[in-house]
């Protein structure tokens, strides 16, 4: 009992010493602690398998948050055929999980050709058809180009529909960095508008 009412005096007296400026130090203290130890955890803890892709050989493992880089082998395993599998469908060479429009994308259904591949220009040409998801953009209008741009931001900005990553091949080369195919794409959208 002497001793709890030791601890209570000397508590007491501590508080009265250190006054509100004291008070605020030692907040700020706790605070950076606290900080300290979210950063220490968080940087020992690995990243999610997912993080880096299933196989660890795509995303930037150091950036959770950041988009993969995905193989056409990669995109083609997410067709949708498979009656609850993932299905990611390519724009430009962005790519995006649709698996939330499986009535849409799913196998048999009318945009399943979109599906585990970029077929960009069936969204203007209306050739539903793997070949048709071939032919070169170059051949298109500009005006034609405008709107597959147009179908890639309703996909970015869809709520139900998520980015995913990059496309290694036509759009995008091997670090993720647009080729000359999507420079040209971009160049002639420029030129297009400025005539406006």
Request: charged share 30%; aromatic share 10%.
């Amino acid at each position: 009992n002497n001793l709890d009412q030791s601890m209570h005096i000397s508590s007491n007296s501590n508080n009265k010493r250190m006054g509100k400026c004291g008070g605020f130090w030692l907040t700020k203290v706790i605070i950076l602690l606290l900080a300290a130890t979210t950063i220490v955890l968080a940087s020992t803890t690995p990243p999610a398998k997912d993080d880096c892709g299933d196989d660890g050989s795509g995303g930037d493992c150091s950036n959770p948050d950041a988009l993969r880089l995905i193989t056409e082998e990669e995109l083609s395993q997410y067709d949708g055929i498979a009656p609850k599998g993932t299905i990611w469908i390519s724009v430009l060479g962005e790519v995006f999980d649709v698996t939330g429009g499986r009535e849409y994308y799913g196998e048999g259904n009318s945009y399943h050709v979109f599906a585990g591949r970029d077929a960009s220009p069936c969204f203007v040409t209306g050739d539903f058809t793997v070949e048709g998801g071939k032919k070169s953009l170059d051949e298109l209008d500009v005006r034609k180009l405008k709107e597959i741009e147009r179908w890639r931001d309703f996909y970015k900005a869809h709520e139900v529909y998520k980015p995913v990553g990059f496309l290694h091949g036509k759009y995008y080369d091997e670090n993720g960095k647009p080729t000359y195919d999507l420079d040209l794409f971009n160049q002639r959208l420029a030129t297009f508008r400025k005539k406006k």
